[in-house]
């Protein structure tokens, strides 16, 4: 088990320990994280991350009873894979990519197939690597579509046609795939379902900036990108999204995110209305109480004074530079203005309540050397020449309002 501390200055390591002999249960979990704690100070620790692990949210629960002012939170990462992993089981969806990956086994298996299809696509190649196998399979996904027109014309050359792999009962089901439109229409679905989700897995994945502030807002508006895909079809997008809301209650929703989506200036000055969702302020209270325990007097000033200061866009918020850079998400963002003015009744300064949700940093993103890889491609990111054959019948089914087709997705091409 590694032990990682993250600041404002970065993320460090702070110990490791081997100890494959002992049950890791929640309370060995717990009361290793606990040491730690008492070591660095509960005071100095806003939250606990993990991964989704039983072992790990059973230790969360200890450490809710325990610290009640610490706040516990599931990986961004493990938990929008785990979103993609929900939703990849879906049979509209496990059906268009098991045939994804067998076209691409079947092409790269066959080192003259391989190299017909590097010849149209001029040595372009259509399997992508990714951070994690669900953004493996989406950027081969893209990839395909990118080249949809040249492979469609290499299965239909005479070259193909005098191959001996043609007449093969998996060249048979390579063709079929590559020339049907359902199986494109899927794909062009699969593209618009998965992607705003990779792009939130882009953000919490990378170094670029804390996610914290974006993660709650990004998912939002994911939803809201899934929505479109199917024409706001409720009976279509209810199962994409019950995953989604799956996944993130009780990991990615704390009060400290709902905070954090709170005080980004890039969400909130975009809309108000945010102030009026009872969850989310709800949010803010509790974590204004677990900052300041058994202090009403300071909470009193940060809730009917300091947020005002924000809601109202007073000081720093008020700058033209400042409302200019809360409209684009971006990193170099730098509202200037009096962060560390000292209020003269509470001492507090909007640094320290930066500090507290990691807001700041959004602001002010850290620097470090740790760079992303791409993951190497492995044995079961796609199925393998030995798996049983795909039928080439296999139709894709789409739900629908009304016998309404989606734009986009017609009927299926003529073979």
Known sequence: MNFCVNCKQGTYFLSSKEDSEASHTGVYIFEYVGKFIEDIGAQNVVQVVTDNASNNTAAADLLKIKRPNIFWASCGTHTVNLMLEGIDKQSKFKGIIDKAKAF??????????????????????????????????????????????????????????????????????AFATVMSMTFWNGVTLCLKVFGPLVMVL?????????????????????????????????TNYRPILDVIDGKVKGRLDSALHLTAYFLNPFYFYKDHTIQDDPIIM?????????????????????????????????????????????ATNNDSYDPGGDVNEEDPVSGLTWEMIGEATGVDEVLHPRRTTRNVGVRELHEEDFLSEDDTEEEVDEDFEFESDGDRDMDGYGEEEDE
């Not at 696509?121 to 027109?149: H, N, P, Y």
């Not at 953000?203 to 502030?213: A, N, R």
């Open 282 to 326: 709800d949010g803010v209270l509790t974590c204004v109480e677990a900052f300041f325990p058994d202090d009403v007097n300071v909470q009193d000033e940060v809730i009917n004074r300091e947020l005002l200061k924000y809601k109202n866009k007073d000081g720093g918020f008020g700058r033209p530079l400042a409302t200019m850079g809360c």
């Open 202 to 234: 882009r953000l919490v994945d990378g170094d670029q900036k804390p996610s914290i502030g974006f993660i709650y807002g990004e998912l939002k508006n994911a939803k809201e990108e899934i929505k479109e895909a199917y024409k706001q079809v409720e």
């Open 104 to 173: 691409t086994i079947f092409v790269y298996a066959h080192h003259n197939i391989l190299a017909m299809m590097r010849k149209y696509t001029k040595r372009r190649d259509i399997v992508r690597s990714g951070v994690t196998r669900f953004v493996t399979a989406f950027l081969t996904l893209q990839s395909l579509m990118e080249k949809k027109q040249e492979l469609r014309a290499m299965f239909s050359s005479e070259a193909w046609d005098k191959s001996k792999w043609a007449k093969s009962p998996k060249g048979k089901t």
